[in-house]
């Protein structure tokens, strides 16, 4: 009988991201960046709920819709447990693990666009506060406190732009200005380091010395990352379980059935967050097991009985596409937008009803936005893969 390690070995080694997989995977990821920043806009330019005049049934769904930011960093934290700890595995399982090559990736993935994020931002909400002032949505008014709940100007120095870049807020310093959306960048900066460690420790072909300190590591970073962190690695390690996870039957209607379980389970969660007694750890935890059991059915869906190539020719290019700057939306939207709210207020405006003339403009503020992320994306984040070759050789 095979043991448990060399069973693992063998789930790690054969399982395998199916390209009818990875397209619904991309389009999940661009998805969550395109919820995150349709979340803060909402949030900044539009009323809160109870304020709408007369609410209809589509208002509803909408102001839902732009309620599911916070349940999209979820989908991010399990999508890349899914992708860095089964790399990770792989590695180890097939003998070929090396930190260098590991965190060289990981480093100019996370930099490549974290750097020109925390510059550009920076300078955004300098000119914002030199055009507008620092009076309200720069110096945390209570209507926007769900999305700047901090006077800006504080956080914009030296010492905050280095924690910064170097993944220490939400451990030793606060987000730098108003990129709320940096505080998930430090959680997975140190689950890159935390799961190798843990890893290490329990492969069994590292001599006993090793194994030790890289245990001992790990309990030394949990530490100091403190308990929230650490806690939302659990949420991390879900997207690793996908990967160890046995194969599901090929039977087409089980599959399609327990795809439509999955789906309404993540709806109801969704729909009943909000009226669940327990801590926002504990919700998160809860969508994230249906978020992870998400995508398991997707990340091994079979191919389409028609061609591969008509599936890819109709849905992705589209997937890759938004997935492709991803990244870069969620770290560069929340600055101009907050910009242009302050301008909309130093006016004279006022937040607005969901009616159609706003929502027509809120649709083409999204778009210029989503035009933005891009055009900084092919300066930035479409060259990771060549600025971590470009480090990898040196």
């Known amino acids: 009988m095979q043991s448990f390690g060399a069973s693992l ?14 397209v619904y995977l991309d389009f999940l990821r661009g998805l969550s960046a395109v919820l995150v920043m349709i979340g803060h806009l909402r949030g900044l330019f539009f009323v809160p709920f109870g304020e709408v005049a007369n609410p209809t049934l589509v208002t509803k769904a909408l102001y839902f819709l732009t309620s599911l930011g916070h349940e999209a960093v ?40 974290l750097l020109p994020a925390l510059v550009i931002g920076g300078l955004i909400d300098l000119a914002g506060i030199k055009l507008f002032g620092t009076s309200g949505i720069y110096w945390a008014d209570p209507d926007y406190r769900h999305i700047v709940p901090h006077a800006v100007q504080d956080r914009l120095n030296v010492q905050t732009f280095f924690a910064n870049a170097l993944f220490l807020q939400e451990v030793w310093s606060p987000t730098f200005g108003s990129n709320g959306p940096l505080w998930s960048l430090s959680y997975e900066f140190w689950f890159y380091v935390m799961f190798p460690c843990a890893a290490l420790f329990f492969y069994a072909s590292l001599n006993l010395v090793l194994r030790v300190l890289f245990g001992a590591a790990f309990v030394v970073i949990s530490i ?10 659990s949420i991390w390690l879900l997207g690793a379980l996908v990967v160890v996870l046995p194969l599901p039957k090929e039977n087409p209607v089980v599959r399609r059935g327990a795809l439509v379980v999955v789906l309404a389970s993540c709806l109801l969660l969704l729909v009943v967050r909000g009226k669940l007694a327990v801590s926002v750890f504990g919700s998160d935890a809860v969508m994230a097991v249906a978020i992870a059991a998400l995508v ?96 990898l050789v040196r």
């Open 9 to 22: 070995k063998l789930a790690i080694s054969t399982h395998r991201l199916s390209e009818r997989g990875s």
């Open 74 to 113: 979820v989908v991010f934290f399990v999508l890349s447990g899914y992708f860095i700890a089964g790399s990770v595995m792989r590695a180890l399982a097939d003998g070929s693990w090396q930190w260098r090559p590991y965190m060289t990736r990981r480093f100019a993935r996370l930099y490549v666009v």
């Open 224 to 233: 100091f990352v403190g308990p929230t962190i650490f806690a939302y690695f």
């Open 296 to 391: 398991y059915m997707l990340a091994n869906w079979p191919p389409s009985r028609k061609s591969v190539s008509a599936f890819a020719g109709r849905f992705s290019g589209f997937s890759r596409g938004i997935a492709g700057f991803s990244y870069t939306l969620y770290l560069v939207h929340l600055p101009p937008l907050v910009f242009l709210e302050a301008a909309v207020i130093w006016n004279g405006g006022a937040r607005w009803q969901p009616d159609i003339g706003h929502a027509l403009i809120a649709l083409g503020v999204a778009l210029l936005a989503i035009l933005y992320a891009w055009a900084i994306s092919r300066l930035t984040e479409v060259h990771t893969t060549k600025i971590a070759n470009y480090f």
